[in-house]
């Protein structure tokens, strides 16, 4: 019985150590948004947090301001909780829940987050003295929602979300793959499509390399590197802002894109350490955003 009871406590320290070093964390995924101070972070699952991040690249191409990307990501949140729902309220579809009898475009545009985003903020900047106006009543001249007062609720955490995904606030977010989750292949060039795509072409000028390293050094292949940059004439901070927009993009869209690996400023995030975030790393540099995909 003695030596029942000892196997007992043994196989169950060793399930603890299990959980405790699990490099991918333990649980399902998650992407955790964390806030300044003492303040609570903001939990949300890997699609949320890459819908999230094409709402943000779709205001970031458009040179919107931060005010625009919190008033989208509250609307989202409050309308399909940043799902990409095909279902909704009569023929609502969509992040947005935007309808195509209301002439928002056909199912199958509403469905593409990046048309969705951008039929959103079509509307939204045709209001006058939108980024001065109370959340509510700017989501509401847009959605001309049955409930107006909704959306008001999930302004804290859009703010949240916004200043991360701007890149106002570096190494705020951090996805962790759920424990024994197998790592999708990836491929650097659909990573550079989509980051294109959403960014829009001023995202990767000429000097953008997809394999080899950065700024003269070895990295991991296959690799995208993404010289950091404004599109138009910036300050220091700018440009760090926009290697952390770029970066926290990578992470958001880790999982569905099969990213590894995302280094930028002397930071890195990787997959099988994940439940560690951004460490510091002499590996990473500041002129560019490294983006590693699993082979």
């Known amino acids: ?47 949320q947090a890459a819908n999230a991040a094409t709402i943000e690249a779709v205001a ?21 909780a940043l799902r990409n729902i095909d279902y909704g309220d009569r023929d609502s579809v969509g992040l947005f829940q935007q309808r195509p009898s209301q002439g928002w475009g056909t199912p199958e545009q509403i469905m593409d987050p990046v048309y969705a ?3 959103f903020y079509d509307h939204l900047v045709e209001i006058p003295g939108y980024s001065r106006l109370p959340l509510t009543v700017a989501a509401q001249r847009v959605q001309r929602s049955g409930f107006p007062d909704a959306y008001a609720k999930h302004e804290s955490r ?8 701007t890149g106002r606030r570096a ?10 989750g197998s790592t999708v292949a990836g491929d650097p060039v659909r990573v550079r499509e989509k980051l294109v795509r959403e960014f829009g072409e001023d995202v990767l000028p000429d000097s953008a390399r997809v394999g080899g390293g950065g700024s003269g050094r070895s990295a991991p292949d296959p690799v995208l590197s993404v010289p950091v940059h404004t599109p138009a004439r910036g300050t220091e901070t700018d440009v760090d802002r926009r290697g952390w927009e770029v970066a926290h993009w990578a992470v958001a869209h880790s999982f569905e894109l099969g990213i590894e690996r995302v280094s930028y400023g002397k930071r890195v995030w990787e997959a099988d350490r994940a439940e560690e975030g951004w460490r510091t790393t002499e590996d990473a540099y500041r002129s560019e955003v490294v983006i590693v995909t699993a082979r």
């Not at 301001?65 to 409050?78: H, S, W, Y």
């Open 171 to 180: 190494a705020s977010l951090t996805c962790v793959p759920d424990a024994g």
């Open 60 to 80: 970031s191409a458009r040179g919107l301001p931060e005010r625009a990307v919190t008033i989208a990501l509250a609307t989202a949140m409050q309308e399909s």
């Open 158 to 165: 859009a703010a949240l979300l916004t200043a991360a995904l």
């Open 1 to 47: 019985m003695r030596l029942a009871a000892a196997c007992v406590v043994l196989l169950g320290l060793a399930g603890y150590l299990l959980v405790r070093h699990d490099p991918g964390g333990s649980g399902p995924a998650r992407c955790t948004v964390t806030a300044a101070g003492d303040g609570e972070p903001y939990v949300i699952e890997p699609q």
């Open 117 to 119: 985003a951008g039929k």
